[in-house]
């Protein structure tokens, strides 16, 4: 049987980590729509900035909702010529 607390707790958490990085995906959805209104840094600065944001999210989120911790499929592939 599930705690209701900790299952509320856990729901909460993953809306919050669904959702805080809400503006870096705006960021990232007005570079891929404009590219032309940004330069070579501040575009790699918007890519980064989402990545470094979102990454640790989902995987939090995908442990909350798995009960385990996702790993990286393209882990093994993505060093291969």
């Given amino acids: 049987m599930e705690d209701p607390k900790t299952n509320a707790i856990c729901k909460r958490n993953f809306v ?13 959805a007005e ?11 501040s575009a790699g600065d918007v890519v980064a900035g989402f990545l470094l944001h979102v990454i640790p999210h989902l995987r939090a989120a995908g442990r909350l ?8 499929f393209f882990k093994e592939i993505d060093y291969k010529d």
Avoid: A
């Fill in 65 to 72: 909702m798995l009960d385990y911790i996702p790993e990286d």
């Fill in 16 to 28: 919050f980590h669904m959702t805080d990085w809400t503006p870096d995906l705006t960021k990232l």
């Fill in 31 to 41: 570079l891929y729509n404009h590219p032309g209104k940004f330069n070579k840094k």
